[in-house]
């Protein structure tokens, strides 16, 4: 009896401890990922947007992966891959958003 309550406790002392369904809904992402589309970035807009861009480029992606060349993908297939990897790599919109500007002011399609 006493095993059986111990699982319980904890799973609700450590739900506490975190902050409870508050931290669940502050962790998701800060914005949806329609709002991030191809469409939506200009990167003529702010020439430095594209430097942050590559630095995070270069500083986050090769933690994990080879680089590719930016003209390897077109500019939708970077769209989804970088929104898909600010899910898996827990991205901050803002990285995400200058990241996918550099990527698509460097490609070459």
Do not use: Y
Request: aromatic fraction near 4%; proline fraction near 7%; include cysteine.
């Amino acid at each position: 009896m006493m095993k059986s309550c111990i699982f319980p406790a904890f799973t609700l002392a450590t739900i506490l401890l975190t902050g409870g369904p508050a931290a669940i809904a502050q962790s998701g992402p800060e914005e949806t990922p329609a709002a991030e589309s191809a469409a939506d970035t200009d990167p003529m807009q702010d020439p430095m947007q594209i430097v942050r861009g590559a630095k995070a480029w270069n500083e986050t992606c090769s933690r994990c992966h080879n680089l590719r060349s930016p003209s390897e993908l077109t500019d939708e297939e970077w769209d989804v891959s970088v929104t898909h990897m600010r899910v898996r790599g827990n991205l901050p919109a803002s990285d995400v958003r200058d990241i996918l500007a550099f990527l698509q002011a460097s490609n070459n399609q």
